[in-house]
């Protein structure tokens, strides 16, 4: 019947889960707590946390679709300079509105309220990643967390 069906589809129906990075400026600098607080505070689900200081290499492998450009040495340099946290986080939309709380990569162009607009200081030096799209979220998650490690 309908209802059946209806029920059926909500059980497969899975909200959508982006990844999340506190960079190692926002790490060095005491804004672990500040970012989580951001996240938390606009009803996005933390379902998976660590703590981890990657190798240039690793770093070079989550940052591979930016391995042309001409700030890939210098993003990955900082990448791999201290301890990161990453997170996936779970919700309604999850992907844009992670990003739409970063703001803008330049935080001189992020509105007012974000997170890099109230803390980064730099365009590279800039406290959080958040995956762009679907595929890059499934990627990036799955660079940093198996399947017993995202709690749902
Ligand atoms: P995001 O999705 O907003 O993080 O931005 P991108 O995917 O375009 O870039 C990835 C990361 O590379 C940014 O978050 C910055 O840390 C760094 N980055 C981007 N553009 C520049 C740039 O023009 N110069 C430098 N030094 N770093 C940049």
């Given amino acids: ?15 959508e889960r982006t990844l999340s990075i506190i960079k190692p400026d ?9 970012v989580i607080k951001h996240i938390e505070g606009r009803g996005l689900k933390i ?18 679709v930016h391995r042309e450009r001409p700030f890939f040495e210098g ?16 919700g309604d939309n999850a992907i844009a509105r992670w990003r739409e709380l970063m703001g803008a990569t330049d935080y001189r162009k992020a509105a007012e309220g974000t997170i890099r607009r109230e803390f980064a200081t730099d365009i590279e030096k ?14 990036e998650i799955g660079y940093f967390f198996n399947r017993f490690e995202i709690l749902a």
Avoid: C, W
């Fill in 26 to 34: 926002g790490v060095s600098r005491g804004l672990i707590g500040d």
């Fill in 126 to 139: 800039n406290v959080v990643h958040g995956s762009d799209a679907p595929e890059t979220a499934a990627f």
């Fill in 1 to 15: 019947t309908r209802k059946e069906s209806s029920a059926a589809s909500d059980v497969y129906k899975r909200q």
């Fill in 75 to 90: 993003l990955t340099t900082f990448m791999s300079s201290g301890p990161a946290v990453v997170m996936v986080l779970e």
């Fill in 47 to 64: 379902v998976a946390m660590k703590m981890l200081h990657l190798t240039q290499a690793q770093a070079r492998g989550f940052y591979a």
